[in-house]
Nanobody, 114 residues
């Protein structure tokens, strides 16, 4: 059974930084496209950044995504945070094609407020 466990969320002042981590159990990590999504109150879940198994990166926002296959971990470095970045941040693992799958973490709250 695959589990994605996020950590690193919390309360930060505007202009501050946070680094989110997501550890994946099981053997899927190295094959998966890993992504970070976020969902603010009253809004739809949206993609923040994604990184493929080969290291190609798709940014929607200005944050930095990276992965460490040896640690089954994907990171999201968030700098210059703004109040509008407040949301629950979710880790996602997926594989398209014949053996497609998709898994979600439970989410970690990020609150940007003074």
């Amino acid at each position: 059974q695959v589990q994605l466990v996020e950590s690193g969320g919390g309360l930060v002042q505007p202009g501050g930084s946070l680094r989110l981590s997501c550890v994946a159990s099981g053997s899927i990590f190295s094959s998966s496209t890993m992504g970070w999504y976020r969902q603010a109150p009253g809004k739809q879940r949206e993609l923040v950044a994604a990184i493929t198994s080969g290291g190609s990166i798709n940014y929607v926002d200005s944050f930095t995504i990276s992965r460490d296959n040896a640690k089954n971990t994907v990171y999201l470095q968030m700098n210059s945070l703004k109040p509008e970045d407040t949301a629950v941040y979710y880790c996602n693992a997926r594989l398209n094609g014949k053996y497609a799958y998709e898994y979600w973490g439970q989410g970690t709250q990020v609150t940007v407020s003074s």
